[in-house]
């Protein structure tokens, strides 16, 4: 599961974060360079302010990306306590989720409870698993459990790919975000911001 990695350091667009133009600015250079499924880490280290509108074009181009690239990882990390919590009241409106590196624990930002507890038991299982690891771990059926990890892998939580030693049908194994991030010695590759000054087009 060798993966490009992306950083997204937001405070390369300022510290305060506040119009929808600034989110569709940061939406469109993401968009821009995320061009294949990755490790994306979205860093909001030194932002002292996010708003509502700004996370709103922000995630709506994040999600898209995932459904187009599928396979990604997204890992947030950085936040200030303001800023955490408005970013989990716009994922909470949205019915979204969001991985998040406190630290060094990563934990699912979600008002689902069994998104949350798939997470948690997955995250804990030696990383990659198989669906019928999970389910056992859950005490869940298989598709109940496939369910689960379509949710999850929609949110960049969780990312698969074919189990190679598969004898018959599809069957794929798991990677929890954070728990195996790819090719940690390989430096990231920026995205690059507008500055604040610079107009939008």
């Known amino acids: 599961m060798a993966l490009k990695q ?43 302010a996010i708003t509502p509108p700004f996370l709103d074009e ?24 303001d ?21 060094e624990d990563v934990d699912l930002l979600t008002e689902i409870p069994n998104l949350a507890e798939t997470f948690a038991v997955a995250k804990a299982l ?23 990890l379509s949710a999850l892998s929609k949110v960049g939580a969780v990312s698969r790919e074919r189990d190679p030693e598969a004898e018959r049908g599809l069957r794929y194994l798991y990677l929890v975000v954070g ?6 010695t390989a430096e990231p590759e920026a995205v690059p911001l507008p500055s604040p000054e610079a107009l939008s087009l």
């Open 126 to 148: 030696p990383n990659p698993f198989k669906a019928g690891d999970l389910a056992e771990a859950l005490k869940i059926g298989i598709s109940n459990t496939n369910q689960r």
């Open 6 to 48: 992306l950083h997204l350091r937001l405070r390369d667009r300022g510290r305060l974060l506040a119009t929808r133009q600034a989110g569709r600015d940061v939406a469109r250079a993401l968009q821009d360079h995320w061009q294949e499924p990755v490790v994306l880490h979205v860093n909001f280290a030194d932002v002292e």
């Open 83 to 103: 800023v955490f919590e408005t970013t989990k009241m716009v994922l909470d409106r949205k019915n979204r989720s969001l991985a998040y590196c406190d630290e």
């Open 58 to 81: 922000l995630f709506k181009a994040l999600y898209a990306e995932l459904e187009t690239h599928e396979g990604s990882l997204v890992l947030a990390r950085g936040m200030n306590e």
């Open 179 to 184: 728990s195996e991030l790819p090719d940690k």
